[in-house]
Structures are given as structure tokens and as C-alpha cells.
């Protein structure tokens, strides 16, 4: 299946409660996820495709369509999703928006690859000189103090609860990391702030707290409207 003359909500919608399952290839990548078959050396693209042929989540791990994911998990599995929101930039300003969208954590390596260098080339977000913005909601099992880390290129910004915990401001790859008191069952806000200038885009960001060993950050249901 594809999405010349298809879509997921609507090959969903037709085939649902009809059949085992449906068939599509999940992640977004080279040539054959992004172009038409008829689209090769022979015959190449002139530019970025701004639809993929087929796939549903890029490697950084949002889906080329929020409504893609709706569908697939429903209304009620959507709504308790656990997802940041999650916000592209075509500069390293947050001021030129490309593409707002979700995913479930923060956790990429993207190469430098044209096309898949970009984190979504489809919405114009540029291979070098782009920023990222995540926003979710965290819940801290029990109180304590809990660890957490950043791993990327270029420049990156951790908030909790409004205040700014990390940053990292070299442009070569690092871990950095800071620890911070949470209050058990409580919710905390997190931000990350991401600007990519050159080289290869990559970004983890993790925790460990009482009773978890370092682990990826992972968000409550998605706080914010999609």
C-alpha cells in the first residue's frame, strides 16, 4: 500500500474489522519510503517529495502525519498516548515554524544522508541550520533525586518545571547531565530545545531515579492539542 490515491486514515476506515491486518511499511527512510517507484536513477526526482510514498514514522521517531497515528490507535488510544509535542524550525532561531507534530521520546541518530539528514525534509526542515522544540509532562514515581542527561551535537536546552537544568552550548557531541529533585506522583514539565547547525544530527535524552537505572525519557499522555 501507498499513498498514491491512499491514505492511512482512509485504507483504516475501509478495511476495519474486515480483515487480520494491514500491511504497511512503518518507518519513513531512503528512496523506496519517500519516492515512487517510478521515481529512480533512471528516472530521478527533482526535489524533496513533499508526501512520502509510504512509511508512517520518520527515524526521529514522528510520524510524516498526525492524523496517520490517530487512526491507528483510535481515539481513546491517541488521547493516553504517551508523546511529547513536538515542534520543527527551518532556522536555529524558533522563529521560521515548519511542522508541528509527536512522538513518543528523544532518542535519534540521523547521519548526513540527503533527505534523511533532514529530521523531516518533507516539510522543508533543512539538512543544517535547523532547531527542534519537544514539551511534554513527565511523572516521577516517588520522591527523590533523579538524574538526567543529554546527549547530542551543537547547542541543547533541558527545562523541568520552568527552570533551565541543562545546556549545552559547544558544537561537538557530548553527554552532559545534571541531577534534580521531584516529588513523587507529581507532575513536572519538561522542555528541550535542540539547534542543529552541521555534521551529523543526533540527540538522546534520558533519566535514572530511585528505584530505575538510566533510561529513555519518556512523557505522561500528550498535554497539548494536535
Sequence with gaps: MNRRG?????IV??????????VWEFGIGRDNCRFTWDEKREHPRQDETPKPFHG??????HPWSVEDVK?????????????????YFKDTNFTDP?????????????????????????????????SVRWTG???????GTYHFYVDGDNQ????????LLLSKKTPDRKEVSKKFKLAGGQPAEVKIEYVHV?????????????????????????????
Excluded: C, M
Design 6 to 10: 491512499q491514505t492511512v486514515p482512509g
Design 13 to 22: 476506515q475501509h478495511f476495519k474489522d474486515k480483515t487480520g491486518f494491514i
Design 56 to 61: 508512517i514514522v520518520y527515524p526521529d521517531g
Design 71 to 87: 487512526a491507528l490507535l483510535g481515539d481513546a488510544g491517541f488521547a493516553n498516548a504517551p508523546l511529547f509535542a513536538v515542534e
Design 98 to 130: 515548519a511542522k508541528k507534530s509527536v512522538t513518543p521520546f528523544i532518542d535519534f541518530d540521523l547521519g548526513t544522508e540527503r533527505g534523511t539528514g533532514s529530521p523531516d525534509a518533507s516539510a522543508g526542515v533543512p539538512q543544517e541550520n535547523f
Design 137 to 143: 509532562t513527565i511523572l516521577p514515581p516517588t520522591s
Design 156 to 163: 541543547v536546552k533541558l527545562f523541568v518545571n520552568g527552570k
Design 198 to 226: 552541521t555534521g551529523e544530527p543526533a540527540l538522546h535524552v534520558t533519566w535514572s531515579g530511585p528505584g530505575f537505572e538510566k533510561q529513555i525519557l519518556t512523557p505522561t499522555k500528550l498535554q497539548t492539542n494536535h
